[in-house]
């Protein structure tokens, strides 16, 4: 459960293992962002514990000095008791607590604006540990066992904060799905006589009951989605031969703000990882002819689970079927070259790396006039420029518009008199130069897209 944005925010200590072949900028980074991570769900960063070694330890992670190092933080014992069982996995509780919740139809939920904590109070000891790392079953048991506090993976955070923030049916879906996909090996039986023999037939455990809950939920939820999805796809298919342009890139890079500057939209933006986890598409400002839509997708991050990338295939799709993909980057952030390769990374994946590509270097506002020439010299393909910037958002509209207009032919077009009701299909999907008017019917020289001139030539009757 999230902290309530009225109360202070519970104390977190991140936890990682700087593996042979990871360099300290790099591990330094990543803790870094799992700092960040940890402030979006709500928590605040008060202590790092780190450690050197040749392998993650298959118990508890870190060594023995570092976990006692750890517990000392967090209040606990320093080690894993012999023979003592843990009362309730926390991911037990999380299931127990919500396995209720249905899925909202319409409101979205809020991320919660930061609270301060009163420096005047004493320090108390953070009751989350955040690992860098996804960690097995056994190891989260361990470590809770040890250092007295609930323990959080990389994982798992990740997918709390898609939880928290998915606002359409479908994207709750998706998420519920990956987040039970996460829970559901992480449940582990009570202690005591909490042996229950509930259904008909047999005398199965209140673990395997809940399990089984979680996999009736999963196939419930599938099929949902699957509806959706279908959905989904029909509308992706209307526009296949409109001219689309898909946003990707990292989490909180800017695309949002870009696509809101681009097309008008009031699409959510915010400065936090994951804000945005719904695909919107709009046209693009002012309106062209034929019309260009605009879609901004969910943002990449490094060790992006698995499930989740399965459970957004369909959103991703939308970048697939894109005609031209602009890569958005935060060119403010030092591990800019990093976060590029997990966005390429992502979309190889998914089988998108073949459709033609910009890359856009945002939020050059924050940089220095040396700093915007370098990133040129290494990428002079590339364009730099500032969301906010009206004169950089209209050039890179020209350059969308430029791009689209190299691929258009012309054509003439007879309208024949009997089918005038459907001329807006021709304003939909080519630009009109001229228009004069025979015995035939209305005859228009139009320039479009070579797939745009034949669907119309064959639905006019045109030879």
């Known amino acids: 459960m999230s902290p309530s944005s ?48 040749e392998g993650v330890a298959a118990g508890t992670v870190l060594g023995t000095g570092k976990l006692k190092e750890l517990a000392q933080l967090t209040g606990g014992r320093g080690f ?54 996804e960690l097995s079953p056994s190891q989260l048991s361990n470590l809770e066992r040890a250092t007295g506090a609930q323990v959080l993976d990389r994982t798992g955070v990740i997918v709390d904060i898609f939880h928290r923030h998915a606002r359409s049916r479908e994207a709750r879906m998706q998420v519920e799905i990956a987040r039970l996909n996460y829970l559901a090996p992480r449940m582990r039986e009570s202690t005591g006589s909490r042996e229950r023999q509930q259904g008909r037939g047999s005398g199965d455990s209140a673990l395997e009951l809940d399990r089984r809950k979680i996999r009736d939920r999963l196939a419930e939820l599938r099929e949902g989605l699957a509806v959706i999805q279908q959905d989904q796809a029909q509308r ?45 598409v709009r046209a693009l400002q002012p309106e062209t002819r034929p019309r260009v839509l605009v879609s901004d997708t969910v ?27 602009l890569y958005v980057v935060d060119a403010s952030d030092p ?26 270097f945002n939020k050059a506002d924050r940089l220095s006039a040396e700093q915007r020439e370098a990133l040129l010299q290494r990428h002079p393909e590339a364009r730099v420029l500032s969301a906010h910037s009206p004169d950089d958002v209209a050039a890179l509209r020209q350059s969308v518009v430029e791009f689209f207009e190299r691929s258009m032919v012309e054509a003439e077009l007879v309208i024949p008199y009997a089918r005038q009701g459907r001329i807006n299909e021709v304003y939909e999907n080519a630009r009109v130069l001229s228009e004069a008017f025979d015995e035939n019917g209305r005859r228009l020289m139009i320039r479009a897209l070579p797939a745009a001139i034949a669907r119309l030539t064959h639905a006019f009757g045109n030879a």
Do not use: C
């Open 299 to 325: 943002g990449f991050i490094q060790k992006l689970p698995h499930d989740l990338v399965a459970s957004f295939r369909s959103t991703l799709d939308e970048a697939l079927e894109a005609s031209l993909l």
């Open 236 to 280: 992706r298919y209307a526009r296949r031969d409109q001219l689309r342009v898909a946003l990707v890139g990292y989490t909180n890079a800017g695309k949002s703000s870009l696509m809101r500057a681009l097309t008008g939209s009031e699409v959510l933006v915010a400065d936090q990882l994951f804000a945005t986890l719904d695909t919107t």
């Open 6 to 53: 009225s109360d202070p925010r519970p104390f977190a200590v991140l936890v990682g293992v700087q593996l042979p072949g990871v360099s300290d900028t790099e591990h330094a980074a990543d803790l870094a962002e799992l700092g960040r991570l940890v402030h979006t769900l709500g928590y605040e960063v008060v202590a790092t514990v780190t450690q050197r070694r």
């Open 335 to 360: 591990t800019w070259e990093t976060q590029l390769e997990v966005s390429r990374g992502v979309l190889r994946e998914i089988g998108a790396q073949g459709v033609p590509s910009r890359l856009l």
């Open 80 to 133: 894993v008791p012999s023979g003592a069982q843990v009362r309730k996995s926390k991911a037990r509780e999380r299931w127990e607590s919500e396995e209720e919740d249905a899925v909202p139809q319409d409101e979205g939920s809020v991320a919660e604006p930061e609270a301060e904590v009163d420096a005047t109070q004493p320090v108390a000891r953070p009751t989350v540990v955040v690992v860098d790392h």
